[in-house]
């Protein structure tokens, strides 16, 4: 029997592509112990606004260590960005149909607590969102697995052996640089998932695919996944 698994860096309130390769599979694992890096979507993400689309951005405090991990990865609390997203969500989609529906979500990622590590905020809202949306999960820190490895590959295979996952599922991005004959000699299946997703009505301006996930889920509602799940051709 098939077991599927998806190892993945936590990312900020990630874009529906991260919720539809985790629905894809049974276990899903957090890369949290892998080199952190700057001005990616570890600690931002974009959101629609009248003004166009804008970057929300998580500040994290710069330790000038060159291989620090996303684990180790703290956040700057002298400013109050999470009161600063949670407005600027807000009024982005006050007009949004089902802003209401799922206005607890910001109030539990932003006023839950004071975050202090990155890793733990981002791996927080990616759970609670992933059960907004229906999705249940087997979760998993690799931190917490202390394997090893080279980028081809190696350390990303041990974890799906470790966890028993004979099919190890990836974005399309990751291709040009796995080792496929690495996984293919173990006997586990290398795929990758398809981002070719179906538009839906969509606030400010032209449609765009590459925003939270709460973009989708304030204009669609119930129907969320409906926009996950089914491809185009």
């Not at 190892?7 to 592509?17: A, D, E, R, S, V």
């Not at 109030?107 to 999705?135: C, M, N, R």
């Amino acid at each position: 029997m098939s077991k599927k698994i998806a190892i993945l860096q936590p990312n900020y309130i990630p874009w529906k592509g991260v919720f539809d390769l985790i629905n894809e599979v049974d276990i899903f694992v957090f890369y949290d112990d892998v080199q952190y890096t700057t001005k990616d979507w570890r600690n931002r993400n974009k959101v629609k606004t009248k003004d166009g689309v804008k970057w929300l951005t998580v500040p994290v405090i710069k330790k000038g260590l060159r291989h620090q991990l996303i684990s180790e990865a703290q956040i700057d609390n002298t400013t109050n960005w999470q009161s600063k997203h949670y407005k600027t969500l807000i009024s982005s989609y006050s007009k949004a149909p089902y802003l209401k529906d799922y206005e607890y979500l910001l109030e539990e990622i932003y006023f839950k607590k004071k975050w202090s590590k990155l890793s733990d905020f981002d791996i927080f809202s990616t759970v609670l969102i992933s059960e907004a949306l229906g999705i249940k999960m087997e979760w998993c820190k690799s931190s917490d697995l202390h394997e090893t490895g080279s980028k081809t590959g190696e350390k990303v295979l041990k974890i799906c052996q470790r966890l028993g996952c004979n099919h190890f599922i990836n974005g399309p991005s990751s291709q040009e640089y796995m080792n496929e004959n690495l996984f293919s000699e173990s006997n586990v299946l290398l795929s990758y998932i398809n981002y070719n997703y179906i538009e839906y009505a969509q606030l400010h301006g032209p449609f765009t695919h590459h925003v939270s996930i709460l973009d989708l889920l304030f204009n669609c509602g119930s129907r969320a996944m409906e926009f996950i799940v089914n491809k185009s051709q």
